[in-house]
Nanobody
């Protein structure tokens, strides 16, 4: 059974950094597209970034471009999100997800088939 487990969230001051991890078990994910989403209190879940299972290409939401970097280590079956220069608007629960239907990046949550439980990121001064 496929399982995704996020880790690395926490409390950080504005301008700080965190690295989130998403470890997968039950399936080798290197040929599938994977993504990160986040949900802030009172808001809908929003797409943050994705990485293609076809060619490793990456996409980012405008709000995180040039600050966040998505990557994957296929040997460890793990995906990462390096988050730099964090601001108050980045506070949210962050979820990783995998789509078993697509190898290319997808930005809509309906395209994803399996989700982690989420990890909290809180940016506060």
């Amino acid at each position: 059974q496929l399982q995704l487990v996020e880790s690395g969230g926490g409390l950080v001051q504005p301008g700080g950094s965190l690295r989130l991890s998403c470890a997968a078990s039950g399936l080798t994910l290197d040929h599938y597209a994977m993504g990160w989403f986040r949900q802030a209190p009172g808001k809908e879940r929003e797409w943050v970034s994705c990485i293609s299972g076809l060619d490793g290409s990456r996409s980012y939401a405008d709000s995180v471009k040039d600050r966040f970097t998505i990557s994957r280590d296929n040997n460890k079956n793990t995906m990462y999100l390096q988050m730099n220069d964090l601001n108050l608007q980045d506070t949210a629960v962050y979820y990783c997800a995998v789509t078993l239907r697509w190898r290319i990046c997808k930005t809509h949550s309906d395209e994803y088939d399996s989700w982690g439980q989420g990890t909290q990121v809180a940016v506060t001064s």
